[in-house]
Every structure is written in C-alpha cells, then in structure tokens.
C-alpha cells in the first residue's frame, strides 16, 4: 500500500523531466558558442610583498649574514681539513693543561 505512492511520485517526476525541454540558449547567453568574448582587464596580482613579507625577508636576509660570518671565522667542530682557511691563525687559549 505505501510503494503505490511512492511510485506515482517517480512515475510524475520522470515524467516531468522528460516532458520539460531546456530553453534555447540565445547569442547573448555567455554559454552560447556564439556569444561575444568577455572584456578583459589587467588585474593586479596579489602576491604583492606585503609588510609581514618584508620583515621576513630581512630577518632571513641577517640570519644568512650572520651564518656566513660563523662559516667563515666561527668556532670549528670536525677535522682541521674541515676548518675555514684564514690568512691569521686563530689564538689558542688553554684554561687547563692535562698531564
């Protein structure tokens, strides 16, 4: 008893979409193949630096700086083949002698 209503409701639904034809798309629709193109404009991108990217840029721009420094004439971890050539030899200093 409740699947003949049920299926009336499909049987008019079908119906309906069957029966229904689409409307003619004219030339000024912009689906139309024969529509006129669109009017173009140059857009300004937005991947502009903005202030937050600036800061940044110099943060990192100091950090490179400051690497390049430790590089060069920082402290030396490996083997002295490992070690930056310099035209002065670095000072040792010896806080205590072991015997």
């Not at 003949?4 to 912009?30: E, G």
């Not at 420094?69 to 002698?97: F, I, Q």
Request: glycine share 4%; net charge negative.
């Amino acid at each position: 008893m409740t699947r003949l209503p049920i299926l009336m409701a499909a049987a008019a639904l079908l119906t309906a979409c069957v029966a229904t034809r689409p409307a003619p798309i004219t030339a000024t629709n912009p689906s139309s193949p024969d529509a006129p193109e669109g009017a173009r404009f140059h857009r300004q991108t937005s991947l502009g630096a903005d202030e937050t990217t600036r800061k940044s840029a110099a943060l990192l721009s100091a950090a490179k700086k400051e690497q390049t420094y430790w590089d060069d004439y920082g402290p030396v971890s490996g083997t002295p083949e490992d070690a930056p050539k310099s035209d002065s030899t670095p000072e040792m200093k010896h806080d205590h002698e072991h015997h």
